[in-house]
């Protein structure tokens, strides 16, 4: 197991956000925390990324605790991307390149440029190496900073909700690129998200928080209507459309309805 996370508690100002939080996730997995806003979603990554020190519990990396570990070395080991990031006037190229800063000693070597060139050209960002990261769509942006991550050649990747202001076709294929580099790297993904719908369609695992502690975790099973409704206080139904479920809202109004007679 590449990530494993025991007993974790983490508080703001004597406030508990996180209470005994214990899951873990395999080598090729993609993982999906689901939950309220202000459950500890985000909280939880920055735990694991050590940004936040945690009250209690333990966070083991490929069996490393990351409390015995410097910072460079957790950067070499996570990738994170937060949920809010701002750009530079910088090219693609120097801002992917930036994510090799905890292998740098001196100056950057020809390695560093060869893994940032292989890097853009496998995530198929080359035609964008030379433009400024300024110019860039949506999509575009959240690709750029996917491939400044993986520069730093992480065993885990961190990322708080990837998907958030994309159109349509942007969230499918920033997740099919997730997915991709999960599953070819074999490296452990954390992802929270709000769409439902997408995490379904993309997560092998499902942690569902509420108020800082773990409701259900496990496979898409977890994903039930029943827990749904419970962790979000809306009722859903749950169809399946070519193969993939999908989470649809009910409000109070649709379950008063009744037929009318004529």
């Not at 007993?7 to 209470?19: H, M, Q, T, W």
């Not at 806003?37 to 735990?47: E, I, Q, Y």
């Not at 992917?96 to 740098?104: C, D, E, S």
């Not at 709000?194 to 975790?217: P, T, V």
Request: proline share 4%; hydrophobic share 45%.
């Amino acid at each position: 197991m590449i990530i494993e996370i025991n007993g974790v508690s983490f508080s703001y100002n004597g406030e508990p956000v996180l209470n005994n939080v214990t899951f873990g996730i395999e080598r090729g997995e993609m993982c999906a925390i689901i939950g309220k806003n202000g459950a500890g979603k985000s909280t939880l990554l920055r735990c694991i990324d050590r940004i936040l020190k945690p009250k209690n519990g333990v966070i083991l990396i490929d069996g490393k605790d990351i409390n015995e570990l410097s910072r460079i070395e957790i950067a070499k080991k996570i990738g994170y991307i937060p949920q809010r990031s701002n750009s530079v006037n910088v090219t693609v190229f120097d801002a992917v390149l930036l994510g090799r800063k905890p292998y740098i000693k001196w100056d950057i070597t020809e390695r560093d440029v060869e893994i940032t060139r292989k890097v853009l050209r496998t995530l198929d960002l080359e035609y964008l190496a030379f433009r400024s990261v300024e110019e860039l769509s949506g999509g575009e942006f959240q690709k750029v900073l996917i491939a400044r991550a993986l520069v730093q050649e992480p065993k885990v990747l961190l990322l708080d909700e990837p998907t958030s202001n994309l159109d349509m076709k942007n969230q499918i294929e920033v997740m099919d690129l997730i997915k991709s580099v999960t599953r070819t790297r074999q490296i452990a993904t954390v992802v929270v998200m709000h769409e439902l719908n997408i995490a379904l369609r993309y997560a092998d695992k499902f942690l569902l928080l509420r108020d800082g502690n773990i409701f259900s975790y496990g496979g898409k099973e977890v994903v039930s209507e029943e827990n749904i409704e419970k962790l979000f206080d809306v009722p859903v139904i749950i169809k399946m459309v070519d193969g993939f479920p999908v989470v649809i809202p009910v409000s109070e109004k649709d379950l008063l309805k009744v037929p009318v007679y004529i």
